[in-house]
């Protein structure tokens, strides 16, 4: 018998899942949607702090999150990778610190709702300035990608290269940024760090319904996406689908979200509020329904953005190819990927006006949907 006949045969290796599961630190399974506030975290020794890895059922092949718990008082420990994340902060003050490979350091401060991100393989530890409260702080990242491409965590963690074209201008992690006008829906941010998401400046987005407004970010010239949506106070969006991954978070309010594939005959709910993630699923259609007196807002995390489409579908779905309109804002019905008022399921509209009676919000989608 030869050795190869002897040993188990490798094959339909997850390497991602292989190193995440090796790492000592929970790793959940989601399910559709969690509620990162109530996730349970370990200490993760690579980082010297407390953690959890996030899995979704819609996370797709590329994505993951982490979720970071910082001690009051206390900090993580140093760390670098080639692998790119958003990170998003739940609760509590604190501060970033990095280094860039030529020894120079800088710090922000950051606070509930601020968001950020770290050019690829610049050293960053977090520190809680908080006394007695933890710091959470929740990261989509494309960690699977790159491990199940590379396999080697030293290529990853421990890896000489500069990207110096990714840090950005000095002004980008002081709460300011560059506005670049693309198209309704495309307007870009181009940032590090946005202080606090709840009241960062939107740009109108008619075409997707509903008075709704977003703005979407390039950040530390990465090829992660993020966008910020907002929702007025008794309205509703159009339903749409695209790739799998992008980890949906709300930021302001509280709503639900309709998720189904083309033919079913009912609808997944998620209900949320500020904590709650869910990437919908790759093609699935989603809808999303602000139900609160307030403006609802949330932040979507994936791969791929305005800048760097990353892959074909998205390249499709946000830019349009060979001359075509983008799918985003385009209807199924002429080959898009958004369903307008006119076609969508009168259930939804009827569920919403009897979600809006609970909650005592007037509606106002009369603009849009004729009750
Ligand atoms: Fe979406």
Not at 174 to 186: D, L, Q, S
């Amino acid at each position: 018998m030869t050795e190869s006949e002897t040993t188990t045969p490798r094959y339909g290796v997850d390497p991602y899942l292989e190193w995440v599961n090796g790492e000592g630190i929970p790793v959940i399974d989601g399910g559709y949607a969690i509620d990162l506030f109530t996730v349970e975290t370990g200490h993760w020794a690579r980082v010297d702090t407390k953690a959890a890895a996030v899995h979704l059922t819609g996370r797709g092949d590329f994505n993951n999150m982490f979720l970071y718990e910082v001690a009051p008082g206390g900090s993580t420990g140093t760390i670098k990778h080639i692998f790119e994340d958003i990170y998003y902060v739940l609760d509590g003050h604190g501060s970033t610190q990095l280094e860039f490979p030529d020894g120079r350091k800088r710090s922000f401060e950051w606070g509930p709702k601020s968001m950020f991100s770290i050019p690829i393989n610049v050293a960053h530890r977090f520190f809680n300035a908080g006394g007695r409260e933890r710091a959470l702080i929740c990261a989509t990242s494309n960690m699977p990608l790159v491990m199940n491409t590379f396999h080697n965590e030293r290529f990853i963690f421990d890896n000489p290269a500069e990207f110096i074209d990714r840090e950005g201008q000095e002004n980008y992690y002081t709460g300011e940024g560059t506005f670049i006008p693309i198209r309704a829906g495309n307007h870009l941010w181009e940032t590090n760090f946005v202080p606090d998401m709840s009241v960062l400046g939107l740009q109108s987005y008619a075409d997707r319904g509903g008075g709704s407004s977003n703005i979407k970010f390039v950040l530390a010239e990465g090829i992660m996406s993020g966008h910020m949506s907002e929702m007025p106070v008794g309205t509703y969006k159009k339903g749409h689908r695209h790739g799998a991954g992008t980890h949906v978070i709300c930021v302001t309010g509280h709503g639900y979200s309709l998720l189904w594939y083309e033919g079913d005959t009912d609808y997944t709910r998620i209900d949320w509020h500020h904590g709650v993630v869910f990437p919908p699923c790759d093609g699935q259609l989603h809808q999303h329904f602000n139900t609160s007196h307030e403006p609802a807002r949330y932040l979507a995390m994936g791969i791929g953005n305005v800048r760097y489409p990353f892959t074909q579908k998205k390249r499709q779905t946000m830019i349009g190819e060979k001359g075509q309109r983008q799918r985003s804002s385009l209807s199924i019905k002429e080959g898009g990927n958004q369903i307008e008022f006119d076609d969508q399921d009168p259930r939804i509209h009827a569920l919403w006006l009897e979600e809006m009676k609970k909650a005592g919000v007037t509606p106002g989608m009369d603009a849009w949907v004729k009750s």
